[in-house]
T-cell receptor
Framework: DADVTQTPRNRITKTGKRIMLECSQT?????MYWYRQDPGLGLRLIYY???????NKGEISDGYSVSRQAQAKFSLSLESAIPNQTALYFC????????????FGPGTRLTVT | GQQLNQSPQSMFIQEGEDVSMNCTSS?????WLWYKQDPGEGPVLLIA???AGELTSNGRLTAQFGITRKDSFLNISASIPSDVGIYFC?????????WGAGTKLIIKP
């Protein structure tokens, strides 16, 4: 079984809808991250969390919110989806003593029409 | 925001050839990492570098942390078909990773 799982893997939604992307991990890591990937732009950090009581904004947090329900679960919400949020979304985890070595889920492809 | 310049953007190579790609930044990084992404999957860590000047290998892959701490390169020797994919560099700045835009490796048939 995969260490980092994401659901759903693919989602098509309409403008204005609320949508939640979920991430679960069995690696026992404290740190979790949400990224979006757009062609030609690499990965950009949306939010990150160093433990269940810690949530931090990343480079592009506007239009997104997150919830860290447990050490193993970190969900990303789009309160009112817009077409330019169409992208590939990745969850990642890391932990001490190598906090910058991040392990990624398989991604969620989100299309907003 | 912070940016990494990764080049080349894409490469067409013959099987068996050596490959070289690099990343440069205007900022100093404390850690450089190289990842590979296969289609339909998330990035997978290949090599992590923690000291300026460090040279690290992982099989046919070799990466170096530049002396100025503003650059890094990745070499792949004797490329094989399964090397195709997108390679990303990432540099650590404070608590975050800053990512390059990726180098897409394509094997000529």
């Amino acid at each position: 079984d995969a260490d980092v799982t994401q659901t759903p893997r693919n989602r098509i939604t309409k403008t204005g809808k609320r949508i939640m992307l979920e991430c679960s991990q069995t690696k026992g890591h404290d740190r979790m991250y949400w990224y979006r990937q757009d062609p030609g732009l690499g990965l950009r950090l949306i939010y990150y969390s160093f433990d269940v009581k810690d949530i931090n904004k990343g480079e592009i947090s506007d239009g997104y919110s997150v919830s860290r329900q447990a050490q193993a679960k970190f969900s990303l919400s789009l309160e009112s989806a817009i077409p330019n949020q169409t992208a590939l979304y990745f969850c990642a985890t890391s932990d001490l003593p190598s906090p910058h070595e991040q392990y990624f889920g398989p991604g969620t492809r989100l299309t907003v029409t | 925001g912070q940016q990494l310049n990764q080049s080349p953007q894409s490469m067409f190579i013959q099987e068996g050839e050596d490959v070289s790609m690099n990343c440069t930044s205007s900022s100093i990084f404390n850690t450089w990492l190289w990842y590979k992404q296969d289609p339909g999957e998330g990035p997978v860590l290949l090599i992590a570098l923690y000291k300026a000047g460090e040279l690290t290998s992982n099989g046919r892959l070799t990466a170096q942390f530049g002396i100025t701490r503003k650059d890094s390169f990745l070499n792949i020797s004797a490329s094989i078909p399964s090397d195709v994919g997108i390679y990303f560099c990432a540099g650590q700045l404070n608590y975050q990773l800053i990512w390059g835009a990726g180098t897409k490796l394509i094997i000529k048939p």
